[in-house]
Protein backbone atom coordinates (compact mmCIF):
# COMPACT_ATOMS: atom_id res chain seq x y z
CA UNK A 1 0.00 0.00 0.00
CA UNK A 2 1.51 3.21 -1.31
CA UNK A 3 2.65 5.78 1.54
CA UNK A 4 3.84 8.78 3.08
CA UNK A 5 5.42 7.52 6.05
CA UNK A 6 7.13 3.87 6.55
CA UNK A 7 6.55 3.34 10.62
CA UNK A 8 9.00 1.06 12.69
CA UNK A 9 9.61 -0.01 16.06
CA UNK A 10 13.17 1.43 17.08
CA UNK A 11 13.43 -1.72 19.71
CA UNK A 12 12.23 -5.36 20.44
CA UNK A 13 9.31 -6.20 22.06
CA UNK A 14 10.93 -6.78 25.60
CA UNK A 15 12.72 -3.07 25.12
CA UNK A 16 11.64 0.27 25.60
CA UNK A 17 8.67 1.32 23.37
CA UNK A 18 9.39 3.90 20.63
CA UNK A 19 8.25 3.99 17.02
CA UNK A 20 10.36 5.24 14.46
CA UNK A 21 8.29 7.08 11.52
CA UNK A 22 10.39 8.19 8.79
CA UNK A 23 8.60 9.78 5.49
CA UNK A 24 9.00 8.78 2.09
CA UNK A 25 11.38 10.96 -0.12
CA UNK A 26 12.09 13.41 2.76
CA UNK A 27 14.72 13.40 5.07
CA UNK A 28 12.49 13.43 7.86
CA UNK A 29 11.02 11.73 10.53
CA UNK A 30 8.54 11.68 13.30
CA UNK A 31 8.87 9.86 16.79
CA UNK A 32 6.50 8.21 19.22
CA UNK A 33 8.25 7.81 23.11
CA UNK A 34 11.59 8.40 23.91
CA UNK A 35 12.94 4.77 24.89
CA UNK A 36 16.34 3.93 24.32
CA UNK A 37 17.03 5.37 20.89
CA UNK A 38 20.66 3.29 20.85
CA UNK A 39 19.28 1.54 18.31
CA UNK A 40 18.73 4.46 16.04
CA UNK A 41 21.59 5.73 14.33
CA UNK A 42 22.73 9.29 13.81
CA UNK A 43 21.32 10.04 10.46
CA UNK A 44 18.39 8.87 11.46
CA UNK A 45 18.24 10.95 14.95
CA UNK A 46 18.65 14.02 12.74
CA UNK A 47 15.86 13.64 10.40
CA UNK A 48 13.26 13.96 13.46
CA UNK A 49 11.40 16.67 13.73
CA UNK A 50 8.32 16.01 15.86
CA UNK A 51 8.88 13.90 18.89
CA UNK A 52 5.58 12.80 20.22
CA UNK A 53 5.63 11.34 24.42
CA UNK A 54 3.35 9.03 25.44
CA UNK A 55 4.11 9.40 29.19
CA UNK A 56 7.30 10.13 31.24
CA UNK A 57 7.86 7.07 33.28
CA UNK A 58 11.54 5.92 31.72
CA UNK A 59 11.03 3.33 29.80
CA UNK A 60 9.50 6.18 27.77
CA UNK A 61 11.40 9.02 28.26
CA UNK A 62 15.46 8.11 28.86
CA UNK A 63 15.99 8.83 25.09
CA UNK A 64 15.43 11.89 25.90
CA UNK A 65 19.05 12.68 26.53
CA UNK A 66 20.40 10.71 23.37
CA UNK A 67 18.26 12.88 21.28
CA UNK A 68 19.16 16.02 22.25
CA UNK A 69 22.47 15.17 22.24
CA UNK A 70 22.75 14.28 18.44
CA UNK A 71 20.87 17.26 17.50
CA UNK A 72 22.86 19.71 19.63
CA UNK A 73 25.37 22.29 17.80
CA UNK A 74 22.75 21.55 14.37
CA UNK A 75 20.77 24.55 12.97
CA UNK A 76 17.39 22.69 14.00
CA UNK A 77 14.08 23.26 15.31
CA UNK A 78 12.48 20.06 17.20
CA UNK A 79 9.01 20.01 18.51
CA UNK A 80 8.45 17.68 21.52
CA UNK A 81 4.85 17.01 23.20
CA UNK A 82 3.87 15.50 25.94
CA UNK A 83 0.97 14.91 28.77
CA UNK A 84 0.98 16.65 31.55
CA UNK A 85 3.92 17.81 33.45
CA UNK A 86 5.87 17.36 30.43
CA UNK A 87 7.44 20.36 30.35
CA UNK A 88 8.51 20.16 34.08
CA UNK A 89 10.35 17.02 33.17
CA UNK A 90 12.10 18.54 30.03
CA UNK A 91 13.12 21.43 32.16
CA UNK A 92 14.16 19.16 34.79
CA UNK A 93 16.38 16.99 32.17
CA UNK A 94 18.08 20.46 30.57
CA UNK A 95 18.61 21.68 34.11
CA UNK A 96 20.42 18.61 34.94
CA UNK A 97 23.62 19.80 32.62
CA UNK A 98 26.09 22.57 32.31
CA UNK A 99 25.67 24.80 29.32
CA UNK A 100 28.32 27.58 29.59
CA UNK A 101 30.15 26.20 26.29
CA UNK A 102 27.07 26.51 24.05
CA UNK A 103 27.45 29.91 23.09
CA UNK A 104 30.60 29.02 20.76
CA UNK A 105 27.98 27.05 18.42
CA UNK A 106 26.93 29.01 15.26
CA UNK A 107 24.46 26.54 14.89
CA UNK A 108 21.40 27.34 16.93
CA UNK A 109 18.81 24.58 18.23
CA UNK A 110 15.51 25.03 19.17
CA UNK A 111 12.65 23.64 21.20
CA UNK A 112 9.65 23.55 21.06
CA UNK A 113 7.71 22.03 23.89
CA UNK A 114 3.68 21.43 23.86
CA UNK A 115 2.37 20.02 27.26
CA UNK A 116 -1.10 18.35 26.64
CA UNK A 117 -4.33 18.88 29.07
CA UNK A 118 -8.17 17.76 28.69
CA UNK A 119 -8.82 21.26 27.66
CA UNK A 120 -5.85 22.72 26.90
CA UNK A 121 -1.83 23.16 25.53
CA UNK A 122 0.71 24.47 27.32
CA UNK A 123 3.69 25.76 24.77
CA UNK A 124 7.11 27.03 25.60
CA UNK A 125 10.49 27.23 23.50
CA UNK A 126 13.84 26.52 24.59
CA UNK A 127 16.81 27.81 22.68
CA UNK A 128 20.44 26.43 22.99
CA UNK A 129 22.07 29.37 22.40
CA UNK A 130 20.80 30.74 26.12
CA UNK A 131 21.31 27.69 28.00
CA UNK A 132 17.80 26.58 27.40
CA UNK A 133 16.48 29.30 29.38
CA UNK A 134 13.14 29.10 28.02
CA UNK A 135 11.35 32.13 26.40
CA UNK A 136 9.00 34.02 28.34
CA UNK A 137 5.33 32.17 30.08
CA UNK A 138 4.05 29.02 29.33
CA UNK A 139 1.66 29.91 26.73
CA UNK A 140 -1.87 28.61 26.43
CA UNK A 141 -3.88 27.13 23.74
CA UNK A 142 -7.13 25.53 23.42
CA UNK A 143 -6.99 21.90 22.69
CA UNK A 144 -9.55 19.24 20.50
CA UNK A 145 -7.77 16.58 20.23
CA UNK A 146 -5.50 17.77 17.43
CA UNK A 147 -1.93 18.03 18.24
CA UNK A 148 -0.52 18.92 14.97
CA UNK A 149 -1.37 19.34 11.28
CA UNK A 150 0.51 19.94 8.05
CA UNK A 151 -1.25 19.68 4.86
CA UNK A 152 -0.74 16.13 3.69
CA UNK A 153 -1.09 15.11 7.69
CA UNK A 154 -2.26 15.21 11.21
CA UNK A 155 -0.99 14.41 14.88
CA UNK A 156 -4.36 13.70 16.60
CA UNK A 157 -4.03 12.82 20.65
CA UNK A 158 -6.20 11.70 23.35
CA UNK A 159 -5.36 11.04 27.44
CA UNK A 160 -5.64 8.14 28.24
CA UNK A 161 -5.18 7.01 32.08
CA UNK A 162 -2.13 4.84 32.94
CA UNK A 163 -0.97 5.55 36.91
CA UNK A 164 -0.41 9.04 35.40
CA UNK A 165 -1.87 10.78 32.20
CA UNK A 166 -0.50 9.34 28.85
CA UNK A 167 -1.16 9.98 25.75
CA UNK A 168 -2.75 7.62 23.24
CA UNK A 169 -1.77 8.94 19.54
CA UNK A 170 -2.66 8.99 15.92
CA UNK A 171 -0.70 9.84 12.45
CA UNK A 172 -3.13 10.43 9.66
CA UNK A 173 -2.18 11.11 5.85
CA UNK A 174 -5.25 12.63 4.54
CA UNK A 175 -4.72 11.21 1.06
CA UNK A 176 -1.74 9.35 -0.83
CA UNK A 177 -0.47 10.89 -4.33
CA UNK A 178 1.67 8.66 -6.59
CA UNK A 179 2.47 9.83 -9.20
CA UNK A 180 1.89 7.58 -13.07
CA UNK A 181 4.72 6.90 -15.16
CA UNK A 182 2.60 6.15 -18.03
CA UNK A 183 1.24 9.81 -17.41
CA UNK A 184 4.45 11.55 -17.03
CA UNK A 185 5.76 9.57 -20.56
CA UNK A 186 2.44 10.58 -22.17
CA UNK A 187 3.21 14.29 -21.91
CA UNK A 188 6.73 13.73 -21.79
CA UNK A 189 7.79 14.91 -18.72
CA UNK A 190 10.48 13.66 -16.17
CA UNK A 191 10.66 13.82 -12.52
CA UNK A 192 12.15 16.86 -10.69
CA UNK A 193 11.37 19.40 -7.76
CA UNK A 194 8.11 20.23 -9.19
CA UNK A 195 6.62 16.92 -8.12
CA UNK A 196 6.87 17.94 -4.56
CA UNK A 197 5.24 21.34 -6.01
CA UNK A 198 2.63 19.67 -7.44
CA UNK A 199 1.80 17.57 -4.33
CA UNK A 200 1.88 20.24 -2.17
CA UNK A 201 -0.53 21.98 -4.58
CA UNK A 202 -3.13 18.98 -4.26
CA UNK A 203 -2.56 19.08 -0.64
CA UNK A 204 -3.49 22.67 -0.35
CA UNK A 205 -6.92 22.54 -2.23
CA UNK A 206 -5.66 25.03 -5.06
CA UNK A 207 -8.36 25.91 -7.27
CA UNK A 208 -7.98 22.89 -10.18
CA UNK A 209 -7.83 25.49 -12.88
CA UNK A 210 -5.02 27.48 -11.88
CA UNK A 211 -2.15 27.23 -14.05
CA UNK A 212 1.14 24.89 -13.01
CA UNK A 213 4.32 25.51 -14.83
CA UNK A 214 6.45 22.57 -15.24
CA UNK A 215 10.43 23.68 -16.20
CA UNK A 216 11.84 21.84 -18.87
CA UNK A 217 14.18 18.93 -17.53
CA UNK A 218 17.47 17.72 -18.95
CA UNK A 219 15.43 14.74 -21.10
CA UNK A 220 12.16 16.20 -20.60
CA UNK A 221 9.51 18.56 -22.18
CA UNK A 222 8.64 21.21 -19.56
CA UNK A 223 4.67 23.21 -20.00
CA UNK A 224 2.06 24.71 -18.34
CA UNK A 225 -0.89 23.15 -17.48
CA UNK A 226 -3.89 23.40 -15.30
CA UNK A 227 -3.51 21.63 -11.92
CA UNK A 228 -7.09 19.52 -12.88
CA UNK A 229 -5.30 18.77 -16.09
CA UNK A 230 -1.99 17.00 -14.89
CA UNK A 231 -3.86 15.49 -11.57
CA UNK A 232 -6.43 13.62 -14.77
CA UNK A 233 -3.02 12.71 -16.36
CA UNK A 234 -0.53 12.08 -13.67
CA UNK A 235 -1.81 11.74 -10.05
CA UNK A 236 -3.50 8.38 -8.86
CA UNK A 237 -5.36 9.26 -5.41
CA UNK A 238 -6.13 7.19 -2.81
CA UNK A 239 -6.77 7.09 0.78
CA UNK A 240 -4.07 7.93 3.33
CA UNK A 241 -2.43 5.94 6.12
CA UNK A 242 -2.92 6.27 9.31
CA UNK A 243 -1.39 4.35 12.34
CA UNK A 244 -2.27 4.46 15.78
CA UNK A 245 0.05 3.75 18.69
CA UNK A 246 -1.16 2.58 22.56
CA UNK A 247 1.09 2.67 25.79
CA UNK A 248 0.57 1.76 28.99
CA UNK A 249 -2.98 2.16 29.89
CA UNK A 250 -5.43 0.50 32.76
CA UNK A 251 -8.43 -1.02 30.85
CA UNK A 252 -11.63 0.46 31.58
CA UNK A 253 -14.83 1.09 29.67
CA UNK A 254 -13.09 4.60 29.01
CA UNK A 255 -9.90 3.42 27.75
CA UNK A 256 -12.36 1.65 25.16
CA UNK A 257 -14.44 4.02 24.15
CA UNK A 258 -10.94 6.84 23.51
CA UNK A 259 -9.04 4.28 21.98
CA UNK A 260 -11.89 2.58 19.47
CA UNK A 261 -12.15 6.28 18.68
CA UNK A 262 -8.33 7.27 18.32
CA UNK A 263 -8.08 4.28 16.51
CA UNK A 264 -10.79 4.63 14.32
CA UNK A 265 -9.82 3.74 10.46
CA UNK A 266 -6.15 2.63 11.60
CA UNK A 267 -4.27 0.74 9.15
CA UNK A 268 -1.96 0.03 11.55
CA UNK A 269 -2.19 -0.54 15.62
CA UNK A 270 0.68 -0.80 18.00
CA UNK A 271 -0.64 -1.61 21.32
CA UNK A 272 1.89 -1.74 24.37
CA UNK A 273 1.03 -5.11 26.25
CA UNK A 274 3.48 -5.64 29.35
CA UNK A 275 1.73 -9.04 31.29
CA UNK A 276 0.36 -11.95 30.07
CA UNK A 277 -3.37 -12.79 30.36
CA UNK A 278 -3.57 -14.51 33.55
CA UNK A 279 -1.57 -11.84 35.70
CA UNK A 280 -4.73 -9.71 34.59
CA UNK A 281 -4.70 -8.85 38.64
CA UNK A 282 -1.50 -7.27 38.55
CA UNK A 283 -1.61 -5.62 35.22
CA UNK A 284 -5.09 -3.71 36.53
CA UNK A 285 -3.27 -2.66 39.81
CA UNK A 286 -0.38 -1.17 37.68
CA UNK A 287 -2.56 0.47 35.36
CA UNK A 288 -1.28 -1.94 32.27
CA UNK A 289 -2.96 -3.78 29.61
CA UNK A 290 -2.41 -7.66 29.30
CA UNK A 291 -1.75 -9.29 25.89
CA UNK A 292 -5.97 -9.96 25.62
CA UNK A 293 -6.95 -6.83 26.18
CA UNK A 294 -4.50 -5.46 24.11
CA UNK A 295 -5.85 -7.74 21.48
CA UNK A 296 -9.27 -6.87 22.08
CA UNK A 297 -8.75 -3.27 22.14
CA UNK A 298 -7.31 -3.89 18.35
CA UNK A 299 -10.70 -5.76 17.39
CA UNK A 300 -12.67 -2.44 18.88
CA UNK A 301 -12.23 -1.05 15.26
CA UNK A 302 -13.19 -3.10 11.85
CA UNK A 303 -10.40 -2.55 9.40
CA UNK A 304 -11.00 -2.68 5.31
CA UNK A 305 -10.78 -5.75 4.93
CA UNK A 306 -8.58 -5.27 0.99
CA UNK A 307 -5.68 -3.51 3.38
CA UNK A 308 -5.32 -6.53 5.91
CA UNK A 309 -5.38 -9.10 3.04
CA UNK A 310 -1.82 -9.23 1.84
CA UNK A 311 1.15 -11.79 2.58
CA UNK A 312 3.13 -8.70 3.90
CA UNK A 313 0.89 -8.21 6.20
CA UNK A 314 0.82 -11.89 7.34
CA UNK A 315 4.34 -11.64 7.52
CA UNK A 316 4.70 -9.37 9.75
CA UNK A 317 2.28 -10.93 12.05
CA UNK A 318 4.06 -13.91 12.18
CA UNK A 319 7.36 -12.05 12.50
CA UNK A 320 5.77 -10.68 15.82
CA UNK A 321 4.41 -13.89 17.17
CA UNK A 322 8.22 -14.95 17.36
CA UNK A 323 8.22 -12.71 20.76
CA UNK A 324 5.49 -14.52 22.43
CA UNK A 325 7.42 -15.97 25.42
CA UNK A 326 5.47 -18.72 27.26
CA UNK A 327 5.17 -18.45 30.67
CA UNK A 328 6.55 -14.77 31.70
CA UNK A 329 5.46 -11.66 31.13
CA UNK A 330 4.85 -10.28 27.52
CA UNK A 331 6.67 -7.10 26.99
CA UNK A 332 5.61 -6.41 23.59
CA UNK A 333 3.85 -4.10 20.39
CA UNK A 334 1.05 -5.56 19.59
CA UNK A 335 0.46 -4.29 16.12
CA UNK A 336 -3.19 -4.36 14.63
CA UNK A 337 -2.01 -6.03 11.80
CA UNK A 338 -1.46 -9.66 13.19
CA UNK A 339 -5.53 -8.89 14.56
CA UNK A 340 -6.68 -7.48 11.16
CA UNK A 341 -6.21 -10.61 9.13
CA UNK A 342 -9.30 -11.23 7.85
CA UNK A 343 -10.87 -8.97 10.12
CA UNK A 344 -11.43 -11.51 12.56
CA UNK A 345 -10.50 -9.49 15.56
CA UNK A 346 -7.39 -11.48 16.99
CA UNK A 347 -8.60 -14.77 16.07
CA UNK A 348 -5.26 -14.81 14.07
CA UNK A 349 -3.35 -14.44 16.81
CA UNK A 350 -4.90 -17.61 18.16
CA UNK A 351 -4.06 -19.19 15.10
CA UNK A 352 -0.91 -18.60 15.46
CA UNK A 353 -0.52 -19.28 18.84
CA UNK A 354 -2.15 -22.91 17.91
CA UNK A 355 1.02 -23.55 16.26
CA UNK A 356 3.03 -23.16 19.43
CA UNK A 357 0.61 -24.60 22.00
CA UNK A 358 2.74 -23.39 25.10
CA UNK A 359 1.62 -20.41 24.52
CA UNK A 360 -2.27 -20.90 25.30
CA UNK A 361 -1.62 -22.59 28.39
CA UNK A 362 0.57 -19.86 29.19
CA UNK A 363 -2.57 -17.90 28.96
CA UNK A 364 -1.25 -15.38 26.57
CA UNK A 365 -5.24 -15.13 25.80
CA UNK A 366 -5.99 -15.61 22.51
CA UNK A 367 -8.34 -18.67 23.05
CA UNK A 368 -11.23 -17.66 20.95
CA UNK A 369 -12.02 -15.21 18.32
CA UNK A 370 -13.50 -11.70 19.31
CA UNK A 371 -16.38 -10.07 16.80
CA UNK A 372 -15.12 -6.80 15.70
CA UNK A 373 -17.59 -4.15 17.08
CA UNK A 374 -17.53 -1.38 14.99
CA UNK A 375 -18.18 -1.30 11.02
CA UNK A 376 -16.61 1.73 9.31
CA UNK A 377 -15.59 2.82 6.52
CA UNK A 378 -12.25 4.44 5.84
CA UNK A 379 -12.72 5.07 1.68
CA UNK A 380 -15.87 7.17 2.39
CA UNK A 381 -14.28 9.57 4.81
CA UNK A 382 -10.90 10.10 2.83
CA UNK A 383 -12.45 10.80 -0.24
CA UNK A 384 -14.95 13.36 1.36
CA UNK A 385 -12.04 15.64 2.33
CA UNK A 386 -9.95 15.02 -1.54
CA UNK A 387 -11.78 17.12 -3.48
CA UNK A 388 -9.36 15.04 -6.59
CA UNK A 389 -10.65 12.37 -5.95
CA UNK A 390 -11.29 10.65 -8.71
CA UNK A 391 -15.26 9.21 -8.87
CA UNK A 392 -13.81 5.81 -9.83
CA UNK A 393 -11.46 5.00 -7.19
ZN1 LIG B 1 4.30 3.62 32.21
Known amino acids: MPSLFQPRLVNGPFEDPGLFIPFQF ?22 ITHVFVTHTHMDHFIGFDQLLRCVLGRQKDLCLY ?15 YSWDLVDRFTCRLALHLTEVHADRLLRRSYHCGDGFAGAGDRLVQPFDGRLHAEPCLAVDAAILQHSIP ?4 SLAERFHVNILRTGLEELGLTPGPWISRFKAALYAQVDPQIEFTIEP ?36 PATREVVAALARD ?52 ARWSCYWKPGRPMIGLW ?40 KLNRYTSCSNNNPYQRSSD
Open 82 to 96: GPRGFIDNVEGKLAG
Open 335 to 374: PASAADISGRGYYSGHEICSRRPCHSSAGCGFGRPAEPQL
Open 217 to 252: GPRGAGGTFTVEYLTRKLARITPGQKIAYITDVGDT
Open 26 to 47: ERRAMLFDLGDLSRLPPRELLK
Open 166 to 169: CLGL
Open 266 to 317: ADQLFIEAAFLERERERAAATHHLTARQAGELAALRKPAASRCSTSRRATRA
